[in-house]
């Protein structure tokens, strides 16, 4: 099992250029998440989506937008790149047990610079 | 609003010696997970816990969580080189599916 896999790993765009990244999982999990980690703050949830056909905001999802295209898939799209997009972006996936636990899942990460 | 704030956010130790880390959190909640982050790497899962008193260990880590207190703490026993990592916490939401993740403590054990 690859786990969860993200495309591309790194990335330079000029301010104003539009870009998705991709996301795919191959653990048949119904939740996935998109963060962006930034120095000195951790992870911040750009969006969700709890299973197939929905997304919900996180913290930070002004400039970006998602799409859950089926269960395995779920991009993430900057339609006009600014400087503070700069940042490595995480994708995850977790599945619900039965105790409520949503451990979860991360890919290798995006480096996103923009100029 | 759910905040989570991890300390120290930087830690140098020798090896051989013991160490917490502290995770404190704002609201409600009765799940905690920690990961661990390799430098330039992605972030594994380390432990959940799930109840008041909840104690699990893996090797020279050892995680609790006083949900009354709302605070977890991680415990580093006889540290090596090889811990060296960001570590962090992580507070479900009430409700579920936003996870509010701490800044993270960085971890340095000198050899």
């Known amino acids: 099992n690859a786990g969860v896999t993200q495309t591309p790993k790194f990335q330079v765009l000029k301010t104003g250029q539009s870009m998705t990244l991709q996301c795919a999982q191959d653990m048949n999990h119904n939740s996935m998440y998109w963060y962006r980690q930034d120095p000195g703050m951790g992870l911040r949830l750009i969006y969700y989506?709890?299973?197939?056909?929905?997304?919900d905001k996180g913290e930070v999802p002004n400039g970006y937008n998602v799409s859950r295209l089926n269960k395995r898939e779920f991009s993430l799209r900057l339609e006009s790149a600014a400087p503070s997009q700069t940042s490595v972006y995480f994708c995850?996936?977790?599945?619900?047990?039965?105790?409520?636990?949503?451990?979860?899942?991360f890919g290798p990460g995006t480096r996103l610079t923009v100029l | 609003e759910l905040k989570v704030e991890q300390n120290p956010l930087f830690l140098s130790m020798q090896e051989g010696k013991n160490y917490t880390i502290y995770c404190n959190y704002s609201t409600t909640s009765d799940r905690l997970y920690w990961y661990r982050q390799d430098p330039g790497k992605s972030l594994e899962s380390l432990f959940v816990?799930?109840?008041?008193?909840a104690v699990k260990q893996e090797g020279r880590l050892m995680a609790s969580l006083d949900t009354k207190a709302r605070l977890s703490t991680l415990h580093i026993t006889a540290a090596v080189h090889d811990l060296s990592a960001t570590y962090f916490c992580?507070?479900?939401?009430?409700?579920?599916?936003?996870?509010?993740f701490g800044a993270g403590t960085r971890l340095f054990v000198k050899a």
């Open positions: 992580a507070v479900d939401n009430t409700g579920g599916f936003k996870t509010i």
């Open positions: 995850a996936s977790s599945e619900r047990t039965p105790v409520g636990t949503d451990t979860q899942y």
């Open positions: 989506s709890a299973s197939e056909g929905t997304t």
């Open positions: 816990l799930l109840s008041n008193g």
